[in-house]
C-alpha cells in the first residue's frame, strides 16, 4: 500500500512541492501577523506547527477532491489513480480521518482554542465538498464555482496566523484582513493560472477557463487576479512599513506577466500556456516571501 500512496502522491500531491508550499504560507502567515502586532516573531516550533497544520489541510482538500471528481473521473479521466485503481477511495478516507486527527492533535498541543478555528476551517471545507449543495448550478458557472471555492485559501492563511497571536496572548490585528484579501486573490490568480491551456490541450469533460471564457477572457481575468494580488498585497505590506520592498519584488513579475500572457494569446502553445501556469507560482512565492520573510530580513 505504500508502494501505491508513494505513486499517488508523485501523480496528484507531490510531497515536496506541497511542504514547501505549506511551509512557506506558515511562516508569511504567522510572521505577518507577528509585524503586524509588534511582536516577536513566533518561535520555530509555532511556525512549524501552522506549518504541519497548513499541509494537512492540502492533504484533506486533495482526498476530498477525489470523492467530489469521482464520477467525473471516470468518465473523462480514467488515468487518473483512483478510477484506474491505483489506490481506492476507501483507503483515501483513511487517509482523511489520518490527517484530521493529526490537525487536532497539534492544536490540542499549541493551544486548544485552535479547535474553534479549525472547525470553522473544516465547515467550509465541508460546504466546498458538497458543492455547496448547488454543484449542477455552480459547475454550470465557472465564476460563481470559482468565487465559491476561492475564500478557503484565505481561511487557511487566517488558520496560520493564529499560530502567532493566540497562543501568545495576542488578539488578531486588523491588518491580518489585508493580508488575507491578499491571499484570496492570489488563490483565484493560482485557480485560473492551472485551468488555461492550448487549444490541443483541452480535454473533453473538463472545464477549464481557456475553454469555457474562451482564451482572451480567460487570460485577461488572469491578469486581473494579478493585478489584484499585487495591489492587495502592497496594501498588506504598507501596513507593515514595507510597501516599497513589496513593490520592487512584485513590478518585475507584473511586467513578465504581461509579456507571458501576450505571447500565449499571440500563439497558444502548449509551453506557453504552462508558463502562465509557473508564473502564477512565482508571483505567489513573492507574494507569501514579500509579506513574510523577506519583510523581516529588510527590517531586521
Not at 272 to 296: C, D, H
Amino acid at each position: 500500500m505504500l508502494e501505491r500512496l508513494w505513486i499517488y502522491q508523485r501523480e496528484r500531491f507531490p510531497l515536496g512541492a506541497m511542504g514547501a508550499l505549506a511551509g512557506l504560507l506558515a511562516c508569511s502567515s504567522t510572521f505577518y501577523s507577528a509585524l503586524a502586532r509588534g511582536a516577536q516573531l513566533p518561535g520555530v516550533g509555532l511556525v512549524a506547527a501552522a506549518a504541519a497544520s497548513a499541509f494537512l489541510v492540502f492533504v484533506q482538500m486533495r482526498v476530498l477532491d477525489e470523492f467530489k471528481d469521482a464520477e467525473d473521473d471516470v468518465r473523462f479521466r480514467p488515468y487518473r489513480p483512483v478510477p484506474r485503481g491505483l489506490v481506492s477511495l476507501r483507503e483515501l478516507g483513511w487517509l482523511l480521518a489520518g490527517a484530521s486527527a493529526a490537525e487536532v492533535a497539534i492544536a490540542l498541543a499549541v493551544d486548544a482554542r485552535l479547535l474553534w478555528l479549525l472547525a470553522a476551517l473544516w465547515g467550509y471545507l465541508a460546504l466546498m465538498a458538497i458543492e455547496f449543495f448547488a454543484r449542477d448550478w455552480l459547475r454550470q458557472r465557472a465564476f460563481a464555482y470559482l468565487a465559491s471555492h476561492n475564500p478557503f485559501g484565505a481561511l487557511i492563511a487566517l488558520y496560520a496566523a493564529a499560530f502567532d497571536w493566540l497562543p501568545r496572548g495576542g488578539a488578531a490585528h486588523p491588518a491580518l484582513a489585508l493580508f488575507a484579501l491578499a491571499v484570496f486573490f492570489n488563490t483565484a490568480l493560482l485557480e485560473i493560472g492551472r485551468k488555461i491551456r492550448a487549444p490541443q490541450d483541452e480535454e473533453h469533460g473538463v472545464a477549464t477557463y481557456s475553454a469555457v471564457w474562451g482564451r482572451a477572457s480567460a487570460t485577461f481575468a488572469w491578469c486581473g487576479a494579478l493585478g489584484l494580488t499585487a495591489a492587495a498585497g502592497w496594501a498588506a505590506a504598507h501596513a507593515t512599513g514595507h510597501g516599497s520592498t513589496f513593490a520592487w519584488l512584485m513590478l518585475p513579475v507584473v511586467g513578465l506577466a504581461a509579456v507571458t500572457a501576450g505571447r500565449y494569446l499571440v500563439e497558444p502553445q502548449t509551453g506557453r500556456a504552462r508558463a502562465i501556469e509557473g508564473l502564477s507560482g512565482i508571483a505567489s512565492l513573492v507574494l507569501y516571501a514579500g509579506l513574510g520573510p523577506l519583510a523581516v530580513m529588510v527590517g531586521a
